[in-house]
């Protein structure tokens, strides 16, 4: 049987595609099969073959034996942000904002921030692609600032990444353009922090980067819009950092233009043997990511893959202290159930705040204390703490917590033990 690639109705914030394509229709790699209806972007076939379904979630395509590297290619004669906007690019690097609508802004002369930060730790696909092809991310920030009426240009990054800062560096040829390098801690990488980073501006939750004459890209957005502009390519792969124990040790590896729709577990198994017992799979980075299953297809938005070992089990009372920054109370739940553990409390740090649903930080990776929560925590009977804070959060959590006698757990606890990496506690 040929492979099928499942390929989501919803790759991006905003409504549910509607499929231009029908049942036992042939599609080339590249051909159009959805187009938003309302906020959305454009989704294309990532293989040669065959729509063998279509459902209310995907339309399914029947990947030909043979797949050549031919794409059909978006048309020409378009504006840079016209062919953005055909080649259906979201932002590849988070929720998934259609690209062609957040550069539709006028920057006055402005700046654009390249988020260069690969904020989630073991993620590095973003700082590989800085490294091999900083041409193409170049090309793609003259591009936005061209249309956003732009006159600087930055890429943010962690000063840990050498080779990367080194290869963009040498690509620059203009001095509006340049480079800061950042702390190696969590959430460098928030779109506000990035702004307070580089400009000294600390926007407000409801504010948006426009506020302050700005606009925050990700590293691989601006590879496939240099793509859409000059090869006239639409987003039909995604780049993607697989992480866990394989073959009974810690491997990364990182796959570029992996076809949109391929599932997990091909992937999964391209890395090597995993433990036939293990936590979960997680689709995204330890911090924010959610739990998969294996045969879930890849999307426009998916950036890790991690396989993790099986969950620690506590069955004491546990607190939950929820970060705007890291996982929702529904994915702090998961992991408790997961552990064993019964929930007595809520917490939420007290730096966030409710936008439109949502939590917010007020200042993203500064944190004032969390001894309150902690003490509320002990009032309330529970025994040990599960938090999803930051790094400064956590450091604040650890001052108190161990003083009444409150063990820390970390939502990436089981992600950080199954590779090796430090535990997030308190920051050195």
Do not use: W
Not at 392 to 417: E, F, G, I, Q, W
């Amino acid at each position: 049987m040929n492979k099928l690639y499942p390929i989501k109705l919803k790759q991006h914030i905003g409504s549910v595609n509607t499929p231009v394509v029908s049942v036992g229709e042939r599609v080339q790699k590249g051909s159009l099969i959805a187009v938003p209806n309302g906020l959305g972007a454009n989704i294309h076939s990532s293989v040669h073959g065959k729509i063998k379904e279509i459902s209310d979630e995907s339309i399914v395509v029947e990947a030909d034996i043979f797949q050549s590297e031919e794409y059909k290619k978006i048309p020409e004669g378009l504006s840079i942000l016209e062919s953005i906007k055909e080649a259906g690019i979201v932002g590849m690097g988070g929720a998934g904002f259609p690209t062609h609508i957040k550069l539709n802004v006028d920057l006055k002369g402005g700046i654009v921030i390249i988020n260069g930060a690969e904020c989630e730790p073991l993620l590095e696909h973003n700082i590989e692609q800085l490294s091999t092809v900083p041409d193409l991310v170049y090309r793609g920030l003259k591009y936005v600032m061209e249309i956003t009426n732009a006159k600087k240009g930055v890429l943010t990054v962690k000063s840990k990444n050498t080779e990367a800062i080194r290869a963009f560096k040498k690509v620059i040829n203009e001095e509006n353009i340049y480079v800061v390098e950042l702390q190696d801690m969590y959430p460098v990488g928030e779109e506000r922090a990035v702004i307070k980073a580089v400009l000294d501006i600390l926007l407000e939750p409801t504010q948006l980067p426009s506020a302050a004459d700005a606009v925050v890209i990700n590293v691989e957005t601006l590879t496939r819009i240099t793509e859409a502009i000059e090869l006239r390519k639409p987003v039909i792969s995604k780049n993607i950092t697989v992480v866990g124990n394989f073959n009974n040790e810690a491997i990364s590896r990182v796959y570029k233009d992996v076809p949109i729709g391929t599932s997990l577990d091909e992937l999964i198994n391209r890395t090597g043997t995993i433990a036939s017992e293990y936590g979960e799979i997680i689709l995204g980075g330890p911090f924010t990511g959610v739990s998969a299953k294996i045969n879930d297809p890849i999307t426009k938005t998916s950036g890790g893959i991690i396989v993790t070992m099986p969950f620690m089990r506590d069955q004491r009372k546990m607190g939950l202290l929820i970060c705007a920054c890291s996982a929702d109370e529904k994915r702090m739940r998961e992991i408790a159930d997961h552990m064993g553990s019964e929930i007595v409390s809520v917490q939420k740090c007290k730096q966030s705040v409710e936008v439109k649903g949502a939590l917010k930080c007020e200042d993203p990776g500064n944190c004032p204390g969390q001894a309150e929560k902690v003490l509320n925590f002990k009032k309330s009977g529970a025994e040990v703490i599960l938090m999803g804070n930051c790094s400064d959060c956590s450091n604040t959590v650890m001052c108190s917590a161990p003083k009444l006698k409150l063990p820390v757990y970390h939502v990436t606890d089981h992600v950080m033990r199954t590779v090796g990496h430090p535990l997030v506690r308190r920051l050195k």
